[in-house]
């Protein structure tokens, strides 16, 4: 996830990016379907392993090989939205006990649900900031998610099953566009790649 010239210590350490993008991509494609009702799907717990072991885990793993490369964007990102899906995970897991405590309070369930995803929103906001004016691929994508996570915020304050699949939509966007920018990174490194995708370096 290199939105810079260059990093600022360079080191032998392979590119993590397009493992963390598409890692990052895969789990929000996943969820994403889930939320435009695929297939009349409407538990979204099956996403929990993904959630955990990829856009978890292997995001977090990305961030923290992004440390030693220099990159401070891409470690902050990768770590970031690593620890998004995992405790996003914890949420729908039962032993955790959480939706358990809100069995019989479902209407404070949904505002907490909602002041969880207007916090990653802001998150995402920040990061958004950063790019706007170096990439245009990476503008695209956190300008999805961030209308996305806006969506799905909205969808548990007011209860809308439409809002909640437009948030699903753009969350779609957002995951075709990682993966996007995931095959761009691998070819970079690859001499002999076909054809070279770009990102509008601005």
């Not at 369930?109 to 207007?118: D, H, K, R």
Request: aromatic content about 14%.
């Amino acid at each position: 996830m290199d939105t810079e010239e260059g990093p600022a210590h360079p080191s032998g350490i392979g590119n993590p990016a397009p493992m963390g993008l598409f890692a990052f991509a895969s789990t929000t494609f996943i969820l994403s379907m889930y939320n435009v009702n695929a297939r009349g799907i409407t538990t979204p717990n099956v996403v929990v392993g993904m959630a955990i072991f990829g856009g978890g885990l292997t995001q977090f793993i990305a961030g923290m090989w992004e440390f030693p490369r220099g990159n401070v964007f891409g470690a902050t990102a990768f770590s970031s939205y690593g620890a998004f899906w995992m405790s996003y995970a914890t949420i729908f897991i039962p032993s955790s006990g959480i939706l358990a405590s809100y069995a019989d309070a479902p209407a404070e369930l949904a505002s907490a649900l909602g002041i969880y995803l207007v916090t990653w929103l802001m998150v995402t906001l920040f990061f958004l900031l950063c790019v706007i004016r170096r990439n245009i691929a990476f503008t695209v994508l956190l300008g999805s998610l961030s209308v996305a996570f806006a969506c799905l915020a909205a969808a548990q304050f007011s209860g809308s099953v439409m809002v909640t699949k437009a948030g699903g939509a753009f969350g779609i966007i957002t995951a075709f566009v990682a993966y996007y920018i995931g095959v761009s990174e691998m070819m970079v490194a690859e001499r002999r790649a076909v054809v070279r995708l770009p990102t509008g370096h601005i």
